[in-house]
């Protein structure tokens, strides 16, 4: 997954559970659009609802960077592009096997993060095809892990 959370001023996460969306200027996902390599990806949605573009399906050991125009951009997208629009790029030239491991473990304990993400690729004449995938998980955090929560 792409984790833009408290990285980036102006982004808000918005979702269910285990959602990861992009809300510019705080206007919510639905008028941010998404692009992926210029283009718009299919729509998604639970329970038969179109919501916001899930970026937790783009691994991110693929994405090389972010292309973001903050303006509106409706008069070009439409209203899904009211608040602004993010052009995720990804990577094609990918010709060797490449594996990221990273651990996120707070010094009080509680809360650890566990991710591993790798990409192959294969480059042909006239094109290339990536494989990738990701894998993260994040320990719980309850209200008794830090001793400044407990009243």
Same mark, same amino acid.
Request: aromatic fraction near 8%.
């Given at each position: 997954?792409?984790? $833009?959370?408290?990285?980036?001023?102006?982004? %808000? =996460?918005?979702?269910?559970?285990? =959602? +990861?969306?992009? &809300?510019?200027?705080?206007?919510?996902?639905?008028?941010?659009? /998404?692009? $992926?390599?210029?283009?718009?990806? *299919?729509?998604?949605? /639970?329970? *038969?609802? %179109?919501?916001?573009?899930?970026?937790?399906?783009? #691994?991110?050991? /693929?994405?090389?960077?972010?292309?973001?125009?903050?303006? *509106?951009?409706?008069?070009?997208?439409?209203?899904?592009? /009211?608040?602004? =629009? %993010? +052009?995720?790029?990804?990577?094609?030239?990918?010709?060797? #096997?490449?594996?990221?491991?990273?651990?996120?473990?707070?010094?009080?304990?509680?809360?650890?993060?566990?991710?591993? &993400?790798?990409?192959?690729?294969? +480059?042909?004449?006239?094109?290339?095809?990536?494989?990738?995938?990701?894998?993260? $998980?994040?320990?719980?955090? &309850?209200?008794?892990?830090?001793?400044? $929560?407990?009243?």
């Amino acid at each position: 997954s792409v984790q $833009l959370n408290n990285q980036f001023g102006g982004f %808000v =996460v918005e979702g269910g559970t285990g =959602v +990861n969306s992009i &809300s510019l200027r705080g206007l919510g996902a639905q008028r941010s659009l /998404v692009l $992926l390599n210029g283009h718009r990806p *299919g729509p998604a949605g /639970v329970r *038969g609802q %179109v919501g916001a573009f899930d970026l937790n399906v783009i #691994p991110s050991s /693929v994405v090389q960077r972010f292309e973001i125009l903050k303006d *509106g951009a409706s008069s070009i997208y439409g209203s899904d592009a /009211v608040a602004g =629009v %993010v +052009n995720v790029i990804t990577r094609t030239q990918i010709d060797r #096997p490449e594996i990221t491991v990273q651990v996120n473990a707070p010094f009080e304990g509680g809360g650890e993060t566990y991710d591993i &993400s790798g990409a192959y690729g294969f +480059n042909f004449d006239r094109g290339n095809i990536v494989l990738a995938a990701q894998y993260q $998980l994040r320990e719980d955090l &309850s209200l008794g892990d830090r001793d400044y $929560l407990s009243c």
